[in-house]
Nanobody
């Protein structure tokens, strides 16, 4: 059974940073890609980043490029999302999901197993 569990969300002030974790079990990270998605209130879930587990290649949405960094630790079966320079528009529930490698697209339909999400709120 594939499982993904996100953690690290919380309340942060504008300009601050958070690091999210996605701990996976039931599969090897190097066989798949892990995508990060977020869903703001009243909006559709959008893909923001992806990392291929075999070669570590990455993909970012324009909205987070230069501010967010995705990384993986295959030995720990964990993928991280470092988020810097956060603003109110980054508020939402953040999900990680398993998909095919390499990361070519951030379409949610490509990803078939999802975590339960972690809330990120950027507010003063």
């Amino acid at each position: 059974q594939y499982q993904l569990v996100e953690s690290g969300g919380g309340l942060v002030q504008p300009g601050g940073s958070l690091r999210l974790s996605c701990a996976v079990s039931g599969f090897r990270l190097d066989y798949y890609a892990i995508g990060w998605f977020r869903q703001a209130p009243g909006k559709e879930r959008e893909g923001i980043s992806c990392i291929s587990g075999d070669d570590g290649s990455t993909l970012y949405a324009d909205s987070v490029k230069g501010r967010f960094t995705v990384s993986g630790d295959n030995a720990e079966s964990t993928v991280y999302l470092q988020m810097n320079s956060l603003n109110a528009e980054d508020t939402g529930v953040y999900y990680c999901a398993k998909g095919p490698r390499p990361c070519l697209l951030l379409g949610r339909t490509l990803f078939d197993d999802w975590g339960q999400g972690t809330q990120v709120t950027v507010s003063s």
